[in-house]
């Protein structure tokens, strides 16, 4: 990925377990978009109707948050944190994917991992862990819906910045991206 300073056209995409944040061209959002409490509602009520309530509260959190079509097109963001997890563990790593490609795809896992939790039964074990992917897919798509369509997203949890020295970002790079691009830059996904 190389990005100018001239015209910086780089986002950034982070959940963790109470929050979420979306950076580009100076302008942030921090979503209260509580992950943690959908692993709660999972495990309290199960998967059908934890899901069903997380994504109410999730979609009320974003949309009264994050306009629409917010950063303008051909944005090229980089998903860290749960929120690369994610997408990694859907099968999007590796290269830019659309935004509108991303938002089918992560559809398509919630419902293959909703699916295995209803193949799992009844009294299955369960734990956070079990939530964990789906809710922060259903906060990932989310997301990503009220992104401009013409968008793209990396999903990287790990950038290699040389040989065996590995970057695991959180979400305050994203301020720094903007200070740090002088001429050119090269992040490599590792």
Known sequence: ITAMKD???LGLLSSGGMSSQVYVKGISHC???EIKKGNKLGLDHGMKKGKLAFHKHAKEVI???LPEMFGGNNILYVAIEMFAS????AGMCGSPVPVLEAIETLSSF?????EEDRILGEYGERTWKTYVYVMSGI???L????????SKVLFARE????EDHVLKPSWPLGHAIENLIHDKVTISAA
């Open 7 to 9: 015209n910086c056209n």
């Open 31 to 33: 979503l209260q978009t």
């Open 63 to 65: 949309e009264r948050n």
């Open 86 to 89: 994610v997408g990694e563990k």
């Open 110 to 114: 919630i419902d293959k991992t909703t």
């Open 139 to 141: 906060v990932g798509r």
């Open 143 to 150: 997301i990503l819906e009220r992104l401009h369509p013409e």
């Open 159 to 162: 950038f290699e910045v040389e």
